[in-house]
C-alpha cells in the first residue's frame, strides 16, 4: 500500500521537500493508516507530518474515546496533535441543516483554521471515491461529478483515493495497529451509508473487483475533465470582462456551459442542469433569464452579462379565504369545502365530474389567503423534491391565452395552492389524510 500511496503523491505533485502535512486524524480505520502512511514515507518525501482531531461531541462518551485514541497514537508516534472540540448538534439547528451537512462544514473550517501555511491530508481513498460518483450520479451530474473527489483543492489532498478500504484494512493488520470505530457509520441513516452497506455490495456481486476497477475509470474521466477544466480556462481568460462573457458563442457547448457555471459560482448563484441550457439558449438566442430576485442573464450578440433588473410594478390582489364561496372578482369565485373522508380515492371518485384540488387540512399552517400573482413567486409541487419558479411554471405549462388572472392560495408558509398547475407537496394529501379541502375555482 505504501508503494501505492508514495506513487500517487508523486504522480500528482501533492507534496514537496520541505512540507508540512496535517493529517485529519478521526480515529478510524481510513484516518489511521492516512497517519501511518504519512509517517512511514516522511523522510522519503522530506515531509513533516501533524496531526489534527476534530471532536463533533455527537456521541457523547464515543466522541471523547476516539478523541483520546488520536492523542495516544500520536503521543506514541512523537507527532504533533492538536484537538478542537465543536457542538455540531447546537449549530446544525441554528443554521437549520442536517447534523451530517453540519460536522461536514465545521470539520473543514476547523482543517481551514489549523492548516494555513501547510497541506491538510484526508483520508478518502477508492470506496469513499466510488460512493461519491454513485452519488452523484443519483442526484445529477455532468463529467465533473463522474470524476469524483478532487485529489488537490487548495492546499488539501487526499493520497488514499487509489486505495481501497480493504488494502486499507490488511496495511493496519500487518502494522499491528488498532483503531476505533464510529458506530453510526453502521447505521443506514445517513444517505451514503445506504450506498455504503447496500448499492455497493450489490454491485460487487455482479463484479467483485468493482472497487478496485473503478479506480482506474474514475481517473480516466478525471483525466477528461482536466482536458476540459484547461479549455474553460481559456475561455474564462479569454471572454470574461467583469460580469460579463464576451463572445462566448464561438466556443463549444460544454465549455459555454461550463464558463456560464463558473460566472455563477463566483457570484454565489445558484444553478442546475436546466438553468445552464436556458442560459446557453439565450446566449446564442438572446433574451434574459431569472436566476434568483433581481437578477438575470442577459443574452445579446453571442455574449451573457449578469445584471440587476428592477421587476414592474405590478397590482396584486388579495383577501382573506373562507369556507363556501369567495367572490375575488366580477367572473370568479372559488369554493372552499371542507370534507371528512378516510379514503382519498373515494373522493375522487364521488367528485370526478368537477375540476377541483384537494389539500390536506390539517397540514395548513395559519389563515389562508387567496391571492393573483406576485413578482418572484416560488412553489414545490406535489411530488417533485425541488422548488421551482412559478413564472417557469406558467410559460412551461399554460397557453399564453390562460396565464391572464391566474390565483394563488398561501398560509402562513407559503404558497400551498397554484391555478391550472396544482397543489404544493407539503400540504398534499396522503394515506393518513382525514380532512380534505377541496378548492374549486369557478369562472363565468
Not at 452523484?136 to 470524476?147: D, P, S, Y
Not at 456481486?205 to 476497477?213: D, G, K, L, R
Not at 442546475?272 to 437578477?295: P, V
Not at 411530488?383 to 405549462?397: A, C, D, H, M, W
Request: charged share 30%; glycine share 6%.
Amino acid at each position: 500500500m505504501l508503494t501505492k500511496v508514495y506513487k500517487f503523491i508523486c504522480e500528482n505533485n501533492m507534496l514537496t521537500c520541505g512540507d508540512t502535512v496535517v493529517c485529519g486524524l478521526s480515529g478510524g480505520a481510513d484516518s489511521v493508516a492516512l497517519l501511518l502512511s504519512l509517517y512511514q514515507l516522511r523522510e522519503k518525501l522530506g515531509i513533516k507530518v501533524e496531526a489534527l482531531h476534530v471532536n463533533h461531541c455527537i456521541r457523547g462518551d464515543e466522541s471523547d474515546r476516539d478523541e483520546e485514541f488520536c492523542r495516544d497514537l500520536c503521543k506514541r508516534l512523537d507527532i504533533a496533535f492538536t484537538a478542537v472540540r465543536c457542538d455540531v448538534i447546537r449549530q446544525s439547528k441554528i443554521w437549520q441543516k442536517s447534523t451530517e451537512e453540519t460536522a461536514r462544514i465545521m470539520r473543514y473550517e476547523e482543517f481551514s483554521k489549523c492548516s494555513e501555511g501547510k497541506k491538510l491530508a484526508t483520508a478518502h481513498n477508492a470506496n469513499d471515491n466510488l460512493e461519491t460518483v454513485i452519488l452523484n450520479l443519483c442526484r445529477g451530474t455532468g463529467i465533473k461529478g463522474l470524476a469524483g473527489i478532487p485529489c488537490i483543492r487548495g492546499n488539501i489532498i487526499r493520497p488514499l483515493l487509489t486505495v481501497t478500504r480493504a488494502e486499507i484494512e490488511e496495511f493496519l493488520r500487518i502494522s499491528g495497529q488498532n483503531y476505533v470505530t464510529d458506530s453510526t457509520n453502521l447505521s443506514n441513516d445517513y444517505t451514503r451509508n445506504k450506498i455504503r452497506h447496500k448499492i455497493v455490495p450489490m454491485l460487487e456481486e455482479i463484479n467483485s473487483s468493482v472497487i478496485a476497477t473503478s479506480v482506474n475509470s474514475i481517473n480516466t474521466v478525471r483525466e477528461e475533465n482536466a482536458l476540459i477544466e484547461a479549455d474553460t480556462d481559456r475561455a474564462m481568460a479569454e471572454c470574461r470582462k467583469k460580469n460579463a462573457l464576451i463572445g462566448l458563442n464561438g466556443y463549444p457547448a460544454v465549455i459555454r456551459k461550463r464558463c456560464i457555471s463558473r460566472l455563477l459560482s463566483e457570484n454565489s448563484l445558484p444553478y442546475s442542469h436546466q438553468r445552464l441550457e436556458d442560459a446557453d439558449a439565450i446566449l446564442t438566442g438572446g433574451g434574459k433569464l431569472n436566476i434568483s430576485g433581481k437578477t438575470y442573464l442577459v443574452g445579446e450578440r453571442g455574449s451573457l452579462s449578469l445584471q440587476v433588473i428592477d421587476a414592474p410594478a405590478e397590482i396584486v390582489v388579495e383577501q382573506a379565504l373562507e369556507l363556501g364561496d369567495n367572490i375575488i372578482c366580477d367572473n370568479c369565485t372559488v369554493r372552499c369545502e371542507l370534507l371528512e373522508c378516510d379514503n382519498l380515492k373515494k373522493i375522487e371518485t364521488v367528485h370526478k365530474k368537477s375540476t377541483f384540488y384537494l389539500i390536506d387540512y390539517d397540514k395548513i399552517r395559519g389563515r389562508l389567503i387567496v391571492r393573483t400573482r406576485k413578482y418572484g413567486d416560488k412553489i414545490r409541487l406535489k411530488g417533485r423534491s425541488f422548488t421551482s419558479s412559478v413564472k417557469k411554471l406558467i410559460n412551461e405549462n399554460i397557453p399564453s391565452d390562460k396565464r391572464n388572472g391566474l390565483l394563488f392560495i398561501e398560509d402562513e408558509e407559503g404558497t400551498i395552492l397554484a391555478e391550472r398547475l396544482g397543489i404544493a407537496d407539503r400540504t398534499a394529501p396522503d394515506d393518513n389524510t382525514t380532512g380534505f379541502l377541496k378548492i374549486s375555482f369557478i369562472r363565468s
